[in-house]
């Protein structure tokens, strides 16, 4: 089973709401990623964490907020974002194996988000 | 830096008809190497993956790629498009530990 699932499929907000966007996996992974996609593009990280331990920030704004409650879990905590923000957020998972290894990551369906 | 390059935006194949999508990476060092599919409005699902050993590889769905160190390709293929094959398809090269690069993809339309 290689299945991650994101929940909401879709999102509205407003620039001054807070929302959060959640992913979940099964396999046992110690990995999880947040990309983000716009229209046309391919994927760009945003944030890694490996053993529940933010890893990689990309230079993302505060206004995302990453929090890995615990190893199945991956949250996106939103707040006063932009128009600009509207894209695809697709969640990934790996098994984190040690470093040298390769590391198969394996995405989610996204969240659609519109900010308007 | 590793790039990947994916020089075909789009590629327009009759059903039933053989095609090749191109990808080729610089890298001064190993890499691992990864096709993944998007269909419309879904996430990423893996195609096929290089680590090593055998150039040709086969994945799911039909689909094939063969890894080409002296020319630095990894050029991903299928013998018989279906339209259900209509996606984009992103090449990606992992330079190192937790780190994807993909290719600014290429979009598969497939018609009857």
């Known amino acids: 089973d290689t299945e991650v699932t994101q929940t909401p499929k879709h999102l509205v907000m407003g620039m001054t709401n807070k929302k959060s966007l959640k992913c979940e996996q099964h396999m046992g992974h110690r990995a999880m990623y947040w990309y983000k996609q716009k229209a046309k593009k391919p994927p760009e990280l945003m944030f890694v964490y490996s053993y529940e331990k933010l890893s990689i920030n990309e230079s993302v704004p505060s206004r995302f907020s990453p929090e890995c409650p615990n190893s199945s879990l991956l949250n996106l905590h939103l707040h006063a974002l932009q128009p600009e923000d509207s894209a695809l957020y697709l969640c990934?998972?790996?098994?984190?194996?040690?470093?040298?290894?390769?590391?198969?990551?394996?995405f989610g369906p996204g969240t659609r988000l519109l900010v308007l | 830096a590793q790039s990947v390059t994916q020089l075909d935006s789009q590629v327009p194949v009759f059903e039933e008809a053989p095609v090749e999508l191109r990808c080729n990476y610089s890298?001064?060092?190993?890499?691992?190497l990864f096709w993944y599919v998007q269909y419309p409005n879904q996430g990423l699902q893996l195609l096929l993956k290089?680590?090593?050993?055998?150039?040709l590889v086969k994945g799911i769905n039909g689909f094939e790629a063969e890894f080409n160190k002296s020319q630095t390709s990894f050029h991903l293929r299928k013998p018989s498009v279906h339209i259900s094959d209509t996606a984009e398809y992103f090449c990606a090269v992992s330079p190192y530990f937790q780190k994807l690069v993909f290719g600014t993809g290429t979009r598969l339309l497939v018609s009857p």
């Open positions: 990934a998972s790996s098994q984190d194996r040690q470093r040298g290894a390769e590391e198969t990551q394996y």
């Open positions: 290089y680590l090593s050993g055998s150039t």
């Open positions: 890298s001064s060092v190993s890499v691992y």
